[in-house]
């Protein structure tokens, strides 16, 4: 898992805490992306049409909550999968503090890129964050 | 109407005490309670009061005949299945007489009276009317059964839900915790060197302190976590385990000078090995909890009691007061016995866990410490979800 431009790194959560940290940490990380938030689903789903009709980039990386109220994590991502287009955008599946086996099978069965428990503190959100420059899984 | 203590009744019904009295004599070897009647009446009114095997009815009797009291007692739903033995002077066409057969056996004895045939008519009722309870109360048994099993059901379902809603709650308690360290740590960045100075006290106290709830929730979780059939027995090295666990608290036990002692363990025991692996955390993070200070002794003992093993942790330098013993393991515990560290529900977990794999502890406490026992089958017990 990498992030291999400095387009927009998505984070679609119904936390708003939940944004401010992590963009918080992403300005302290090595990351030069900016981040891009959206409070549900059907929001972000609803940016991916500017994005194909070409007025919007692809985002570098969409970090994606697994439990939200209208539409979770994996209906929003099997809908962004069946557009082709979209096949390639990296999809992260957050888990908000358990690694549950069988939503690590539904993710990978989904064509998530990867998935990561939500970080705790400075150090491991920071780090969580670099290890995307450097790529690692 | 009741039943004379387990014991089986007999009825007789004759107007003469003379016969009575010789019928008595001759039932009087048998084991059964003889209740007499002079009277059709009075033998109407002992069949209301108790429950016999069988009824033997005189056929003359003055007033009410024989034939009489048996069409009476046909037509009273209460009494009307109780077997019937007409006493008749002699044979003949009197059977005739009663029709009321279809509601329950009739016999006939005929005068002057056999013993032998008394008896053995007697005993034929005696033991159909003891086949006919014993029946009754599988049937009351087995219903008994039943509404336990629903009531089991339901409980379990309550259990279960309840479980459940500790699961979730724990786990949405968690959340916001998670995110208060992260502005914590985010705030700490935030002060400039000088002030951080002044309250990195106050900081490193707010820290600990949801650190201590989050772990707190964290052991809810593995509490509730432990009733859901997620776990499979497997056979382990014990002291291997057992091992693993003292390499977590490497620090401490250099820190403290702790001496650790093994007994002699089996090689193998089957049990749920990620639970063992919390159960032997949690005591020895107990042991650490309760002795205040200083260098003590931890021992990991194992006994032989027939089919099962009795394992146990040991450890110098505290001590729990004997009205207390039993409450250590209860999750809401009145006598707290922590202003100490560690969530107070580890020893939950630990009872838990021991139950899960259908084995007993407890605590005993001396002058030499105390002592934390469990019990572990030795042929893998009896797994709950088999």
Not at chain 1, 90 to 102: C, L
Not at chain 2, 90 to 98: P, V
């Amino acid at each position: 898992m990498k992030v291999i431009n400095n387009n927009e790194i998505v984070m679609v959560d119904d936390n708003e805490a939940e944004i401010y940290i992590a963009s918080m940490y992403l300005e302290k990380s090595k990351l030069k992306n900016p981040l891009l938030s959206f409070s549900s689903g059907p929001d972000f789903l609803n940016y991916l049409e500017s994005v194909k009709k070409g007025v919007k980039p692809i985002p570098a990386l969409v970090l994606l909550d697994l439990r939200m109220p209208l539409m979770d994590g994996f209906q929003v991502l099997s809908k962004v999968r069946e557009e082709p287009m979209f096949d390639e955008i990296p999809i992260m599946i957050i888990f908000s503090n358990s690694n549950d086996e069988e939503d690590v099978k539904k993710a990978w069965e989904l064509r998530a890129n990867g998935y990561q428990i939500k970080p705790s503190g400075s150090e491991e959100y920071i780090r969580f964050f670099n290890s995307l420059i450097d790529g690692y899984g | 109407m009741d039943t004379i203590n387990g014991k089986v009744a007999v009825l007789i019904v004759d107007d003469k005490p003379a016969n009575l009295y010789a019928l008595k004599e001759i039932l009087k070897d048998t084991h059964y309670d003889i209740h007499t009647a002079n009277s059709g009446m009075e033998a109407l009114k002992l069949l209301l009061q108790h429950e016999y095997a069988c009824c033997l009815l005189d056929i003359r009797m003055p007033e009410m005949d024989g034939f009489e009291t048996a069409e009476l007692i046909r037509h009273d739903a209460q009494v009307q299945h109780v077997p019937i033995i007409f006493v008749t002077a002699e044979a003949g066409d009197q059977k005739d007489l009663f029709k009321g057969y279809e509601k329950g056996a009739v016999d006939f004895l005929i005068k002057p009276l056999e013993p032998v045939v008394v008896r053995s008519k007697v005993k034929v009722f005696g033991d159909l009317y003891l086949q006919k309870i014993a029946l009754k109360r599988s049937q009351e048994t087995e219903d008994l059964n039943k509404k336990l099993v629903f009531l089991n059901q339901d409980l379990k379902m309550a259990n279960s839900e309840l479980e459940h809603f500790t699961h979730i709650a724990a786990h949405d308690l968690r959340e916001p915790l998670r995110r208060q360290r992260s502005f914590i740590d985010l705030l700490r960045d935030e002060l400039p060197p000088d002030v951080l100075t002044k309250v990195d006290d106050l900081m490193q106290r707010i820290y600990c302190s949801s650190d201590q709830m989050l772990e707190m929730v964290n052991d809810f979780r593995t509490l509730t976590k432990l009733g859901q059939d997620e776990f499979k027995r497997s056979n382990v090295n014990l002291k291997e385990i057992i091992e693993d666990c003292l390499g977590d608290f490497q620090d401490k036990i250099n820190g403290r000078r702790v001496q650790i002692y093994f007994d002699l363990f089996p090689p193998i025991v089957s049990v749920f090995a990620s639970l063992v692996k919390r159960l032997y955390t949690n005591l020895i993070a107990n042991a650490f909890d309760h002795v205040p200070q200083g260098s003590f002794a931890m021992y990991f003992t194992v006994e032989n009691s027939g089919s099962s093993w009795i394992y146990g942790v040991k450890n110098t330098g505290s001590y729990i007061p004997q009205d207390q013993l039993t409450q250590i393991f209860k999750i809401f515990r009145k006598a707290d016995l922590s202003h100490k560290e560690g969530t107070g529900i580890g020893l939950s977990i630990c009872k838990k866990i021991i139950d899960r794999h259908g084995g007993r502890i407890k605590a005993q406490s001396g002058d030499d410490g105390v002592h934390i026992q469990f019990t572990f089958e030795k042929e893998g017990g009896i797994s709950e979800s088999d």
